[in-house]
């Protein structure tokens, strides 16, 4: 069983930093893709940024230039660090993990919730 456990998430002023991990346990093929989403309140969840095992990366064009995945195979961890952050950032966050096993997965975390507030 899969497990994606995430943290780091709080209450930041605008133009601040956070730094999101998400550490993944359990049996996970070496080709998976890692990745976060993000769901504001009223709001669909949407593809924040991926990494694949090779370390290619995709970002929302709205985090572009502000955010950075990045990701320890070691530790089966992927990390997010969101600076300039703006009041549309506000969301609760989700790991996500694909595994191109034999059959294609998707494994997520509970999520972790981001305020930026001032």
């Known amino acids: 069983q899969v497990q994606l456990v995430e943290s780091g998430g709080g209450l930041v002023q605008p133009g601040g930093s956070l730094r999101l991990s998400c550490a993944a346990s359990?049996?996970?093929?070496?080709?998976?893709?890692m990745g976060w989403y993000r769901q504001a309140p009223g709001k669909q969840r949407e593809l924040v940024a991926t990494i694949t095992s090779p370390s290619i990366t995709n970002y929302a064009d709205s985090v572009k230039g502000r955010f950075t995945i990045s990701r320890d195979n070691a530790k089966n961890t992927v990390y997010l660090q969101m600076n300039s952050l703006n009041l549309e950032d506000t969301a609760v966050y989700y790991c996500n993990v694909r595994d191109y096993g034999f059959v294609v997965r998707d494994y997520w975390g509970k999520g972790t919730t981001v305020t930026v507030s001032s």
């Open positions: 359990g049996r996970i093929s070496s080709g998976n893709t």
